[in-house]
């Protein structure tokens, strides 16, 4: 049998317990636990108990944590799906979405996202969905803004006098003033 992997010597129980008190990733406050057992003289398989997982990967616990300390026991974020969109194409979208549609050319007056989910199948034969789009076009530093629709013929005047209003302070209810009780 091989001997166990040392941890690391400048940590102890305590210190990896006031940072596994301070943690906010409930994994990493696990692992962190476990390795105090281990520092406070523990037998492994007893840590890997307090962690709820096998041997092995306590011992990939103590890997990760001599290596990169307590942040080396934080799961890395993962990265995601790649975009289907080169920078050369994210370069085209930004052009004809600053360019705006041509009405006579594109029939319509406004870019949507599905008018451009449209546009990228056209010009590049490449399917992506609308949320995506979105995401891209958020990348690019443009926001979807609508403007709140307004009639033509509306009347300021009117609009003023139907909007509600507060009164200036609170006011007695009547039975309080005339003295009478409820």
């Not at 049998?1 to 006031?18: Q, Y």
């Not at 037998?43 to 108990?49: G, L, Q, V, Y």
């Not at 008018?115 to 076009?137: C, H, M, N, T, Y």
């Not at 009117?158 to 609170?170: G, I």
């Amino acid at each position: 049998m091989s001997a166990a992997v040392p941890l690391r010597d400048d940590f102890d129980a305590a210190t990896l317990r006031r940072l596994a008190k301070r943690s906010r990733d409930p994994a990493q406050l696990r692992r962190l636990l476990a390795l105090a057992e281990v520092y406070d003289g523990a037998t492994r398989s007893a840590a890997a108990e307090v962690g709820a997982v096998g041997l092995q990967t306590l011992r990939d616990w103590v890997l990760r944590f001599n290596a990169g300390g307590p942040a080396g026991l934080i799961d890395p974020k993962n990265a995601g799906r790649k975009s289907k969109l080169k920078a050369t194409h994210r370069q085209a979208l930004e052009a004809v979405v600053e360019a705006g549609p041509r009405p006579a050319v594109d029939g319509i007056v406004r870019w949507r996202l599905s008018d451009l989910k449209q546009w990228v199948w056209e010009e590049f034969a490449i399917e992506i969905s609308v949320q995506s789009l979105s995401r891209e076009l958020r990348a690019l530093d443009y926001r979807k803004l609508s403007a709140r629709p307004c009639h033509p013929q509306g009347d300021p005047g009117a609009q003023e006098a139907f909007k509600k209003t507060s009164p200036p302070r609170w006011r007695r209810s009547q039975s309080k003033r005339q003295g009478v009780k409820t």
